[in-house]
């Protein structure tokens, strides 16, 4: 019997779909719709809308039943994400359980995912660095993947374009290497970091830098956020619980909201994408396939043009899924390339320790930053025995505690008359950049599926070599930044974690100048099918050392102009 | 704070009935709020005399009145692997004969007395030893979940030191001769 509850199939046509609604799909579609394009954003989790859906935002600590701990039970059943560090109490519900979105570890591979509307935007941590031709010119330059398509140049536009929207808070640095950007006011580093600075300065002679980091944060201008209906950070550091002030930038407080005001948008949550549909006879994308998250129904929604965000590996996941004759092997995959050349960020190793100075001073008050240094290793000429180079976060800070030694009123009285003031605290964690290869990739499993009878992920990446100098120069680098600065009792830890804990996975369906040897090209459509667009993690060549992002904003809003002047020619 | 609640109405289940011997017709039944501990509403209240000892009630209230022995018991439940449960366990149930006649009996200062000499009980590998270890395991569990659950207590949190969830705009160098907070006397 025919099912009369069938939708026409006009009304199931939109101009264009875009799949994914984290931080790059978010943009897509505010773009497309700030054009006047039909768009319908899928997504394949519950929708998540903006303070009305952040049950813990405004809960105070003693609200927390473990008082932010994860229990034991959930961590065990959830390994992967409990290594998270923002998978505390407080944004539980933010993550996906390993348990209910199974995958392939063909070798360890954190794989931490966040399904919902907003994505993982709503959990991110904010840091938004450019990349420069530093950056983009690496892999020619070291002879490694394939040359980028696009330069600095092209992209420095809609750097400038995302920043000025999502509420970008630094400093104008002047370096080469990080260039400046659309600034509100930049957050202060403290008296320690200040010292650091200088004694880098004086140690260095002006060859390395430590910068107040770029964060998403509104600080400043306040009446030009107001239009997004957000408000000015508070510095409560609860980002990871979805802000009421929408003072950090996420899909749910900016780009989706600002979307659906121009009408255009159509929000359509709880659709997992099986695959783009290829029409053989017109030699384009036609539309998009879905299985409905509760229903397990299958569905299909048509348009001009396809923009895939469904984070890098998912992205990966659904061109390898989406097969036709002309495409056997996934959509847009003539070289077989498709899944390989995975990169990621190296975060393994930290350096911490203490500084005895400055001992008559403290901080007050919060702030959503801290400070960076940008990569000093490789930049000009190479001159160390592994390739590229590291970014690095660092940050120091002091607080007062109370003596805990003694019992009952002794104990009682000095927990709540706190004045202890230890040294101040100095960290570092690495950020490397990692070299794309292609033998770490991502396939679908031939025989395991998940809930909704899509593939499995299977997953091979891992570290090489140049991984291990890397790792071991920025813990010489750093314990000698920090003796030099006077920092005592140093600290150096590899925690050998997996790839994946970074939440920086890229690559798989990597731009390129060439069709034979990428999938896409300097404007992010496919080569083999240009009305499919991927402008996020799965897009990139290389991985530089920068928090990537704030480039998948641009490369999304780039990418969605250019698909409305091609559908006018 | 919803297994709070729940333990004031259904508190108990008759757990152990068949353990007890016939003859002993005092109530002492498991907390059903804590499975996986098993812990014996004398117990519990062992533990709330020894929270108390740590932070005892003054001119503002003490571990007891702020129910910290439910949040000793629920992180020790819910958030510690099962052998620190077991060795948690296994300590507080040794702490009466470790604490001699009744540890009810004690003053206070005989109490706390007892509480510091078992937070520092050094152990070894024999049968003695290992309780020993146990009790002190016990006790400095107890200590850190008691001074963890007593400050982020909402009564501390609102009342004493009231928590702000907005802290303000950040000041990198503020001078720690010109804070001044007046002493608040527990």
């Known amino acids: 019997m025919a099912n009369l509850n069938i939708k026409s199939k006009q009304e199931r046509t939109y101009q264009a779909i875009v799949i994914g609604s984290g931080i790059s799909g978010g943009w897509a579609a505010k773009e497309l719709c700030d054009l006047g394009v039909k768009t319908l954003m899928l997504e394949r989790g519950r929708n998540v809308e903006h303070i009305k859906d952040y049950p813990t935002t405004n809960m105070l600590p003693y609200e927390f039943e473990h008082r932010g701990q994860v229990p034991e039970d959930i961590k065990k059943e959830n390994p992967v994400v409990s290594r998270c560090y923002a998978f505390r109490e407080d944004a539980m519900h933010f993550f996906v359980k390993d348990t209910e979105h199974p995958y392939v570890q063909e070798k360890p591979f954190d794989w931490i995912r966040g399904y919902q509307v907003g994505g993982k935007s ?40 995302v920043e000025k929207f999502a509420g970008v808070s630094g400093n104008k640095d002047g370096l080469d290497v990080l260039p400046d950007g659309e600034f509100l006011p930049g957050y202060e580093l403290n008296v320690m970091e200040k010292y650091f600075q200088e004694q880098l300065k004086k140690n260095y002679g002006g060859d390395r830098h430590m910068i107040s980091a770029r964060c998403a944060h509104i600080h400043g201008n306040a009446d030009f956020f107001a239009q997004q209906g957000r408000a000015l950070c508070q510095n409560r550091n609860l980002c990871q619980r979805g802000c ?69 590996l998912n992205s990966n996941l659904i061109l390898m899924n989406s097969t036709s004759s002309r495409f056997p092997n996934g959509l847009g995959n003539d070289n077989g390339l498709l899944g390989k050349y995975v990169a990621f960020h190296n975060y393994r190793a930290g350096v911490s320790g203490e500084f005895e100075g400055l001992e008559e001073y403290t901080t007050s008050g919060g702030r959503p930053t801290s400070g960076y240094f940008p990569r000093f290793r490789n930049v000009y000429k190479q001159e160390t025995d592994f390739l590229r ?25 000095s927990l709540l008359n706190p004045d202890q003031y230890g040294p101040w605290y100095v960290g570092s964690h690495m950020m490397g950049e990692t070299i794309p290869k292609e033998s770490n990739y991502v396939a679908l499993d031939p025989n395991l599926k998940d809930e909704w009878g899509m593939p499995q992920l299977k997953i091979s990446v891992d570290y090489d070599d140049n991984d291990e100098k890397m790792v071991k120069d ?46 896409l090209n300097a404007n992010h459509q496919l080569h083999a099918v240009p009305n499919v667009y991927v402008t996020d993690g799965a897009s990139m060549t290389s991985t530089s050392t920068q928090n990537p992002s704030l480039t998948y904003m641009a490369f999304a809003a780039r990418a969605a102009h250019h698909a409305v002047a091609e559908s006018k020619k | 704070m919803n297994r709070r609640h729940a333990l004031r109405h259904i508190a108990l289940i008759s757990g152990g009935l068949a353990l007890i011997p016939s003859c002993d017709f005092s109530s002492d039944d498991i907390l059903a709020a804590y499975q996986k501990l098993k812990v014996k509403s004398s117990e519990k209240e062992l533990l709330g005399a020894i929270s108390n000892t740590i932070i005892p009630a003054g001119e503002i209230k003490g571990a007891l009145e702020l129910a910290v022995p439910d949040f000793i018991l629920v992180m020790v439940n819910d958030c510690m692997e099962e052998e620190s449960q077991s060795r948690f366990m296994k300590g507080l149930r040794a702490f009466p004969e470790f604490a001699g006649k009744g540890f009810d009996q004690l003053s206070p200062k005989e109490k706390e007395a007892k509480v510091k000499e078992g937070l520092m009980l050094e152990g070894d590998d024999t049968e003695e030893g290992k309780v020993k270890q146990d009790i002190q395991y016990f006790l400095n569990t107890t200590k850190r979940l008691t001074i963890q659950g007593y400050m982020a207590s909402e009564y501390i949190q609102t009342e004493i030191i009231p928590y702000s969830l907005i802290p303000g705009e950040y000041n990198g160098a503020v001078l720690i001769s010109d804070l001044q907070k007046p002493r608040i006397n527990g």
């Open chain 1, 122 to 161: 709503l959990l991110w941590a904010r840091q938004v660095q450019r990349w420069s031709d530093f950056d983009f010119e690496g892999p020619a330059r070291d002879g490694f993947a394939v040359d980028w398509p696009i330069r600095y140049k092209d992209i420095a536009p809609w750097y400038s374009h």
């Open chain 1, 474 to 519: 920025y813990l010489e680098q750093m314990t000698e930044m920090f003796e030099k600065a006077g920092v005592t009792n140093i600290r150096t830890r590899d925690d050998h974690r997996a790839p994946g804990l970074d939440i920086h996975e890229m690559g798989g369906v990597r731009m390129g100048k060439d069709p034979k040897t990428s999938l």
């Open chain 1, 244 to 312: 009421p002030f929408g003072g950090y930038f996420s899909s749910n407080s900016s780009t989706i909201p600002w979307a659906l005001k121009t009408g255009n948008l159509t929000l359509r949550p709880d659709a997992v994408v099986h695959s783009i549909i290829y029409d053989e006879e017109k030699g384009k994308a036609s539309g998009v396939r879905i299985i409905d998250r509760l229903t397990k129904e299958m569905e299909e929604f048509y348009a001009d043009v396809i923009f895939l965000n469904a984070a890098a």
């Open chain 1, 389 to 413: 180079g590291y970014a690095a976060g660092f940050s120091s800070g002091r607080g007062v505690r109370p003596n805990t030694e003694g019992l009952g009123m002794d104990l009682k009285n």
